[in-house]
């Protein structure tokens, strides 16, 4: 049983932390379908971001909710898109450095996790749809892909670049669907898996990590999925217990990829994972959608990076390649999921897919 649990939920993990476990809700509350749907935010009211303070360090993308964020280089804007889903970026990848002589790339702790605002610590009452009803509202997928739009008028930018890794370059795809006439070029980097739930056969990564375990670590990998998939529980923990708990599946997912663990703080240190965030994620998607069709409306130029060493196959970045008209996909040997290496040939490719930046790309007055 818990292996076909893992099959349906399987997903990718972004930035090698979280990995995909939603199937709970939706055996807990039978919901079937997704709660987001692409092509919805558009149109929608309240994109424009309040007046922006002094505070550099901070985007404040909706009243009471702050994006931390820093930038590196100068130029035309390029945001980067965090994976995880909740891991954000504190050192970018070494060869972003090739851009930054023409190019200000911006970093941003998603909504949820890291320094920006977590809007919720813990759920007082304990009715389950309500509550997921809120969590999705306040944290799930379309509140992430509206950020990127409240960004993009905070920079007054008539159209972005956008860098996406892992869960981020899903997020970044989904924003170029909703907002194509927004967009001027997108790199996805490793993009997750998510396109289609229930995950195809190979790219079910929860087996994967598991086949790369030791037999002894199998079996304490198997018990804590038994515990973090207890949905029954949920609504009796807080930001501070979840976030933990997907940071620990993270390790185990680092460990299979030959990776160090991350410290995990044993009273109430600052956490950079998302908690609630994780799970608004997943609930958005529910236990069966198919975006694959919201891809089609993408017509700008994209190049799809995938590393031959990464855990996750190269069908799940093909397939990306093949469902957006102007896309390129780039295989590059000695990278793995994270690209943390110097790559110089990615740096080159990825300078030349972006410069000379397109015409007709400048500054709005109001940006919107």
């Given at each position: 049983m818990l292996r076909r649990i893992l099959l349906w939920a399987?997903?990718?993990?972004?930035?090698?932390?979280?990995?995909?476990?939603?199937?709970?809700?939706?055996?807990?509350?039978?919901?079937?379908?997704?709660?987001?749907?692409?092509?919805?935010?558009?149109?929608?009211?309240?994109?424009?971001?309040?007046?922006?303070?002094?505070?550099?360090?901070?985007?404040?993308?909706?009243?009471?909710?702050?994006l931390h964020h820093f930038s590196r280089g100068s130029g035309r804007p390029v945001l980067f898109i965090h994976g995880g889903?909740?891991?954000?970026?504190?050192?970018?990848?070494?060869?972003?450095d090739a851009l930054y002589p023409s190019f200000e790339v911006h970093f941003y702790d998603q909504r949820g996790c890291g320094a920006s605002t977590r809007p919720i610590d813990r759920f007082e009452s304990p009715k389950p749809w309500p509550n997921m009803q809120t969590l999705e509202a306040t944290l799930g997928l379309g509140v992430q892909v509206s950020d990127i739009e409240r960004i993009r008028r905070i920079l007054g930018e008539d159209r972005l670049t956008l860098i996406g890794h892992s869960f981020g370059g899903f997020l970044a795809a989904l924003y170029a669907a909703e907002f194509p006439q927004r967009v001027e070029k997108l790199v996805l980097l490793a993009p997750a898996s998510v396109l289609t739930l229930p995950a195809e056969d190979d790219e079910d990564l929860f087996a994967l990590v598991r086949s790369r375990l030791s037999l002894e670590r199998r079996a304490e990998y198997d018990a804590f999925l038994d515990q973090y998939m207890d949905f029954r529980s949920l609504f009796r923990h807080d930001e501070q217990l979840l976030a933990k708990r997907n940071l620990?599946?993270?390790?185990?997912?680092?460990?299979?990829?030959?990776?160090?663990?991350?410290?995990?703080?044993?009273?109430?240190?600052?956490?950079?994972?998302?908690?609630?965030?994780?799970?608004?994620?997943?609930?958005?998607?529910?236990?069966?959608?198919?975006?694959?069709?919201?891809?089609?409306?993408?017509?700008?130029?994209?190049?799809?990076?995938?590393?031959?060493?990464?855990?996750?196959?190269?069908?799940?970045?093909?397939?990306?390649?093949?469902?957006?008209?102007?896309?390129?996909?780039?295989?590059?040997?000695?990278?793995?999921?994270?690209?943390?290496?110097?790559?110089?040939?990615?740096?080159g490719r990825v300078g030349t897919f972006l410069a000379p930046p397109t015409a007709g790309g400048g500054k709005t007055a109001g940006g919107g």
């Open positions: 399987a997903a990718v993990l972004g930035v090698g932390l979280i990995g995909l476990v939603a199937l709970g809700w939706w055996a807990y509350v039978q919901l079937t379908g997704p709660m987001y749907e692409p092509g919805s935010l558009a149109t929608s009211a309240g994109l424009q971001p309040p007046p922006q303070d002094d505070d550099t360090r901070a985007w404040t993308v909706r009243r009471h909710v702050d889903p909740g891991v954000p970026v504190r050192t970018p990848m070494p060869w972003l620990r599946l993270g390790n185990y997912i680092l460990e299979a990829m030959g990776r160090s663990p991350l410290a995990i703080p044993d009273h109430g240190g600052p956490l950079e994972t998302g908690g609630w965030m994780v799970q608004a994620m997943y609930l958005s998607m529910g236990r069966h959608h198919d975006y694959c069709g919201a891809l089609e409306a993408i017509s700008v130029p994209t190049l799809v990076v995938h590393g031959d060493k990464d855990l996750q196959p190269v069908s799940a970045s093909a397939r990306y390649a093949e469902l957006i008209a102007d896309a390129e996909l780039v295989r590059v040997p000695d990278a793995d999921h994270f690209f943390s290496g110097a790559h110089p040939d990615l740096r």
